[in-house]
């Protein structure tokens, strides 16, 4: 399975969208063979467009698969790669590994 990690993209959500379908989209059309798309931890906010994105590049690469991470640990990218080699049949999924770290004011 390919991976590809993208890099960082802007702290809002559109803006993020259209960096990601702009700079990364058109190499990701063009992959051939089952692929793991891995972004950056980021707010729930960017939940609804990596999920879009994900699931119609999967639709369009079938029968290869396509799934998206949203992480930062290679530990955790490595235990999802050998969870989806396992698992045939998953494909345009999106999941949520880590969290992107908030900083809360001290008291």
């Known amino acids: ?52 994105a994900t699931q119609e590049l999967a639709r369009e690469a079938a029968p290869h698969r396509v799934n998206a991470l949203a992480a930062a640990n290679d530990e955790g990218i490595a235990a999802a790669l050998v969870l989806l080699a396992d698992c045939q049949g998953i494909t345009g999924q999106y999941l949520v590994l880590d969290q992107p770290t908030v900083l809360l004011p001290q008291q």
Do not use: C, N, Q, Y
Not at 3 to 10: D, H, K, Q, S, T
Not at 12 to 30: G, I, K
């Open 1 to 52: 399975m390919r991976v590809v990690r993208i890099e960082a993209l802007p702290a809002d959500p559109l803006d993020a969208a259209a960096a990601f379908h702009a700079r990364w989209l058109p190499a990701l059309r063009t992959s051939d063979g089952d692929l793991l798309i891995v972004f950056p931890p980021a707010g729930h906010m960017h939940r609804l467009w990596r999920v879009a």
